[in-house]
């Protein structure tokens, strides 16, 4: 029987990634969470096909009932992920990982806002490449972040 429930499980895993595999970007919905307000929903998507890579906290992932299903599908997709000490989870092939990584690294010395923003314009546009966001949506990110941060913001962080 529980084995009946397992494939019961990954049967309807299956359909959430299904939900996702159509999905495209918009200005107001540009990743899957700010739909359905759930950031595993992003990663669910990378699996999808319809983003090509990810990031979430742990502690959020941790509460999905799909996590084991999700690392095992990661794996088995020959994707991979990796942790950051501030509980950031970022999936992907290894190569976007990686090269979302180093921008993660780059995060510790990057000149902020009194916010916590990153104020730094090469950061904001490479990572929302690289989370499959659209480039003219990324422009109008990093125009908005100009006109509220105006001579605060930098062209590149240090590396």
């Not at 029987?1 to 918009?26: C, G, V, Y």
């Not at 759930?38 to 742990?58: C, F, M, Q, Y």
């Not at 109008?140 to 962080?157: A, G, M």
């Amino acid at each position: 029987m529980s084995f009946k429930l397992f494939l019961e499980s990954e049967e309807e895993f299956d359909q959430r990634i299904d939900s996702w595999r159509n999905f495209r970007p918009t200005m107001h919905a540009i990743s899957p969470s700010m739909i359905t307000k759930n950031a595993v929903d992003d990663v669910i998507s990378v699996l999808a096909g319809s983003k090509p890579a990810a990031t979430v906290h742990i502690s959020i992932l941790n509460n999905d009932p799909d996590k084991d299903l999700i690392y095992d599908r990661i794996r088995k997709i020959g994707y991979t992920k990796q942790q950051f000490p501030d509980g950031i989870v970022v999936f992907g092939p290894r190569d976007l990982v990686h090269n979302i990584s180093d921008e993660m690294k780059l995060r510790n010395t990057a000149k902020r806002a009194n916010d916590g923003t990153i104020l730094n314009i090469g950061y904001h546009t490479r990572m929302g490449k690289y989370l499959g966001y659209p480039e003219d949506i990324v422009d109008s990110f990093v125009q908005r972040l100009q006109q509220k941060y105006h001579d605060e913001f930098s062209l590149d962080l240090p590396g």
